[in-house]
């Protein structure tokens, strides 16, 4: 091979270098992962070394893209590559639509309770009565974004006459929930290999979208019950 051939394939960790500006969250073990899954498939050199194109480099960005703008599940990130494969057409990632929901808030969010209270628009006895219930907490006297978006969705909760005494429902069905994906990626951690742990997040992430899609499913469903529909 060619020295100017050479260089048109990357190695791992060129391609996480090029990605990790745009998916801080990226690793070596998620790349490993996708390729394990399927998602993507890079040649290999006589000697077993992974060799990603730019081809390649451009199915992981719409691969991490939809999962972080979209919270699409990999089998059905899986069933979109596979389509365009089939029928020859390029990738294109999808363009923020205006008004629609935005990606969750970083998990490095650290606020303190004033900083809470001015973001989520509480007040200080609502706050106190969320902690009280247990709805969120503080580490270290500092609110992360989970918190924020608890705060957030019971401030605009309580406009319908929802408080926090309502929603303790909510939170024992969320905890159960948690117990779920828990329980099936059990045996990933138990493994201890190598990447054990990103595929155990991977697999968590993706039960945990379903979970909520199904969740919304059904109360969907049961509001049409109740309104007769």
């Known amino acids: 091979m060619s020295a100017q051939a050479a ?30 899954e399927g998602l993507i498939e890079p040649q ?26 979209r ?15 089939r029928d020859d057409r390029p990738l294109t990632r999808p363009r923020a639509v205006p008004g629609a929901p935005k990606p969750a808030e970083p998990a490095e969010v650290r606020l ?24 969120l907490s503080a580490v270290a006297r500092r609110y992360d974004a989970d918190a924020l978006a608890v705060a957030r969705a019971v401030g ?11 929603l303790r429902a909510v939170k024992a069905a969320a905890e159960r929930e948690a117990g779920l994906v828990e329980q099936a990626v059990a045996p990933l951690l138990r493994r201890r290999a190598p990447g054990a742990i990103d595929q155990a997040d991977e697999t968590a992430r993706e039960i945990s979208e379903l979970l909520l899609a199904l969740h ?13 529909r």
């Open 156 to 166: 605009a909760l309580a406009v319908f006459g929802l408080h926090a005494r309502h």
């Open 71 to 85: 919270y699409l599940p990999l089998r059905v990130i899986k069933d979109h590559l596979e389509r365009a494969d």
């Open 7 to 36: 260089r048109s394939y990357m190695s791992i960790g060129e391609v996480l270098a090029l990605l990790r500006g745009e998916f801080p969250d990226v690793t070596i073990s998620k790349i490993r992962f996708l390729e394990g």
């Open 112 to 135: 303190s309770r004033e900083e809470l209270l001015a973001a989520s628009g509480l007040d200080d006895e609502t706050l106190a009565e969320l902690e009280d219930y247990g709805l």
């Open 44 to 69: 290999r050199s006589p000697s077993g070394y992974r060799k990603f194109t730019h081809a390649d480099v451009e199915r992981l960005r719409y691969i991490l893209t939809e999962q972080r703008d």
């Open 216 to 228: 919304a499913a059904l109360v969907r469903s049961g509001v049409r019950g109740v309104l007769g």
